[in-house]
């Protein structure tokens, strides 16, 4: 058989080998990174087909209902309670390249099948590390600039390493097109830090911790908890950075509130999942030291287009090589449409 006609039959085996795989990896793929499992589990992978922009109806004020008695003016005239947040696609990409050598080394069954297996892997390694490393990323102030990766956690709560930065970061910029809020109320350590002008509504909660950690942690934990519940909805999650998980694990006052989190979804994944008033508490590599988020699923998305989510392109030859080119891709991003129910923890 001409070598060319092996390196389509190779083209074949790929697109078949991925089109068999694809559900299987897009779970192994997620699943391995603890930041996607946990957002899968909570229910926070939402579809959208197409669209120029992700957008979302952001409500923000309310009407004001007043007293009245025998000859009252009644209330009228139309409030602005609502107002749009949008935010764009951004897409990754993981190659997977093969040269006409390869081709003609591999060119027996056996042979295509290792190669296919190899090389595909190695694209879903790839896959992995870059959501990994997204999901967690470096904040950026304004998210209309053009940016070209997945918005991570960290723009909805600036979470930098050092308290100065994050306190600069969180009043300036945009987020879902809207302006942050301009100014937070105290950052003394142990008060919670809430936005008190701008836009008010669009603002997360803060707590910067008081030292030592070992003896303040949970008392702060719960302030931050109750002050981002509010008494209306509670944060059903928490991601924070491994020492500070460490020091929560060690040092809680209240050991009762110390439960390890067995049989669930994400504690079968292998990750060591304890629980705080109930809620799961993970830890990640990425997350900036002592940084702890609370997070509230219900208003959380991480949108992905089924039309384009790790799919693979067709083959490509290198133009004056003898290499040829396919890729997997996929549309996705992660939008917050009431910040106000997140809360974050730092140093």
Not at 135 to 146: C, P, Q
Not at 167 to 177: F, H, I, L, V
């Amino acid at each position: 058989m001409p070598i060319w006609s092996s390196t389509i039959a190779i083209d074949d085996a790929f697109t078949h080998t991925w089109q068999a795989l694809r559900a299987e990896s897009i779970d192994n793929i997620l699943d391995s990174v603890v930041v996607t499992a946990l957002l899968r589990d909570l229910g926070c992978f939402k579809p959208q087909v197409g669209g120029d922009w992700i957008k979302r109806v952001i409500r923000y004020g309310e009407k004001t209902a007043v007293a009245i008695t025998k000859g009252s003016i009644l209330p009228d005239g139309e409030n602005d309670i609502e107002t749009s947040a949008w935010w764009t696609w951004r897409y990754i990409a993981a190659h997977i390249q093969r040269s006409l050598l390869d081709d003609q080394k591999n060119s027996g069954e056996a042979r295509i099948k290792e190669l296919v297996k190899t090389k595909t892997q190695a694209a879903i390694d790839s896959c992995e590390q870059l959501i990994e490393d997204r999901f967690l990323a470096a904040h950026v102030s304004d998210d209309t600039a053009g940016g070209t990766s997945i918005q991570s956690l960290r723009d909805l709560l600036p979470a930098n390493a050092t308290a100065a930065t994050l306190e600069t970061d969180r009043a300036a910029g945009k987020y879902g097109s809207i302006a942050r809020p301009t100014t937070y109320s105290s950052t003394t350590a142990g008060t919670v830090s809430t936005a008190t002008v701008g836009n008010t509504w669009w603002g997360p909660k803060y707590i910067k911790w008081t030292t030592p950690l070992a003896i303040n942690l949970v008392d702060e934990m719960k302030k931050l908890y109750n002050s981002v519940h509010n008494n209306q909805e509670p944060p059903d999650a928490i991601l924070c950075a491994q020492g500070i998980f460490e020091t929560f694990e060690t040092s809680a006052m209240d050991q009762s509130m110390i439960v390890r989190d067995e049989g669930t979804k994400i504690a079968n994944l292998g990750f060591e999942v304890l629980r705080f008033k109930g809620k799961p508490m993970v830890w990640s590599s990425n997350m900036p030291v002592d940084n702890m988020m609370f997070l509230t699923s219900k208003y959380l998305e991480v949108i992905y287009d089924p039309n384009l989510w790790f799919d693979m392109t067709d083959w490509k030859p290198i133009p004056k090589q003898t290499e040829r080119l396919a890729h997997i891709i996929s549309a996705m991003n992660v939008v917050a449409t009431q910040p106000r129910r997140f809360g974050l923890g730092y140093v």
